[in-house]
């Protein structure tokens, strides 16, 4: 009986740091991210922008963006899925709201 206990308890703490353990973003991941917003931000603010604008904007939300804490910290923070819904939004807002 007591090693079924152990084993229950043993169980049930693995199970908590597994749920623990999601899965990361990747670097690359938030790269892609940051490009996906930086793209939604500057089509927002520029509709009528060419191809040669909207590089230009989208390398300056980049670098922008690269300085700011909550992308620093994007491999440790941001959940996979969190990634998904931020590379499926269709808006700035909707991406930031992926991250929340």
């Known amino acids: 009986m007591r090693t079924a206990l152990v084993v229950f ?3 049930f703490a693995l199970g908590l740091g597994l749920a623990a353990c999601k899965k990361k973003a ?3 991941e938030c790269d892609a991210m940051l490009d996906r917003f930086a793209e939604l931000v500057v089509k ?4 009528d922008a060419g191809a ?3 590089a230009s904007e989208r390398a300056r939300e980049r670098r922008e963006a690269q300085g700011d804490d ?3 910290n994007c491999t440790s923070e941001v959940q996979a899925n969190e990634h998904a819904c931020a590379m499926k939004a269709e808006t700035s ?3 930031i709201k992926c991250l929340e």
């Open 44 to 47: 927002e603010r520029f509709a």
């Open 70 to 72: 909550a992308f620093k």
């Open 26 to 28: 990747s670097s690359q």
């Open 9 to 11: 308890v043993a169980l």
């Open 52 to 54: 040669d604008m909207i």
């Open 93 to 95: 807002e909707q991406l």
